[in-house]
């Protein structure tokens, strides 16, 4: 999802699978007042181009920026804010690590592993934060993990290079792990994890092995979240349910081996948007979208040669 707004009039670009995917989403927009346009559309010049060379695309958020950056652009007096990706937008969510670190620090808890989603970076950049800090000037050492999907493997499939951060090609280069600004990844229910790069300070930390990446499918993804929600009574958003796949799966090494751990991770949000997800799960119809080398090489060919 991508917006452009002046004063309250919001011009909400939403991924075209998000928006038929999570209609309870779109109609809370709608009711506050905003305009939901999916994405990629006709109304705009870079969604028609888009639409063109991808006349079926579910769309991706790499596509919802381009539209709306447009519509910013074009519109007198509207702005863009971006959501994710780029480092300042880190910044603002370091709130959620600091709070973390700070309840922590309070009951004398060093956690040993730390994990977050990764779409664009944004909420996971924030968690660890403070903790990576330490890290990086030697006062303490943890295991940073981010979680991505199978079928958006920026961490685990990605290049390391200067690229686009929208598939329309409008927004300035970033130096990233990506698939390519082209990569369409299949329409999975992990709609907020569906961006083809990822923040560069991430990428950097990763780059230089001090971030682990791991990359897991939505049926996995799901048999998490449904024992969350048994266990912990509360529902959790299929993109955060990818954080939990994996904490779940560090209490079962930890059980294992007899080794007692801290395992944090970050509940970024609500499942009650993606009930339509559920249901699929809960009736066995959940699909998954294999990703093949050929998928990951066509986004790589398309992308700037610097
Ligand atoms: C519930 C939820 N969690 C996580 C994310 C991932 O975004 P980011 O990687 O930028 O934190 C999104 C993005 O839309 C989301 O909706």
């Not at 299949?186 to 990359?215: C, I, K, W």
Request: glycine share 10%.
């Amino acid at each position: 999802m991508a917006c452009a707004f002046y004063n309250l009039d919001c011009k909400v670009f939403m991924v075209k699978c998000s928006y038929e995917q999570k209609p309870f989403r779109r109609e809370i927009m709608r009711t506050y007042g905003a305009q939901v346009t999916p994405s990629p559309s006709s109304s705009s010049a870079v969604g028609r181009k888009i639409l063109a060379e991808f006349p079926d695309t579910p769309g991706s958020l790499g596509c919802a920026v381009s539209e709306a950056v447009e519509a910013a652009v074009t519109n007198e007096g509207y702005r863009y804010v971006l959501g994710s990706v780029l480092n300042q937008v880190l910044l603002h969510q370091s709130i959620i690590g600091l709070e973390t670190k700070a309840a922590l620090d309070k009951y004398g808890i060093k956690p040993d592993v730390i994990i977050g989603c990764a779409g664009g970076g944004s909420n996971l950049g924030g968690l660890i934060a403070p903790f990576a800090g330490e890290k990086l000037r030697g006062e303490a050492d943890y295991r940073l993990v981010a979680v991505e999907p199978a079928s958006c493997p920026s961490f685990t499939r990605g290049k390391f290079a200067y690229d686009f951060c929208d598939t329309g090609r409008i927004c300035p280069l970033a130096k990233m792990y990506t698939l390519g600004s082209s990569f369409m990844p299949a329409s999975t229910h992990a709609g907020g994890l569906r961006y083809h790069g990822m923040n560069p300070v991430l990428s950097q930390l990763y780059h230089d092995g001090l971030l682990e990446a791991v990359a897991v499918t939505q049926n996995d993804v799901f048999k998490a979240a449904t024992e969350f929600a048994r266990v912990e009574g509360i529902l959790p958003a299929p993109e955060s349910s990818h954080a939990i796949r994996v904490a779940i799966d560090e209490a079962l090494r930890c059980k294992r081996t007899g080794k007692a751990e801290t395992i944090v991770f970050g509940l970024t949000g609500t499942g009650y948007f993606d009930m339509v997800a559920y249901g699929k799960f809960n009736d066995g119809t959940l699909s998954e979208a294999p990703l093949t080398d050929a998928d990951i090489e066509k986004g790589f060919a398309a992308m700037p040669q610097i």
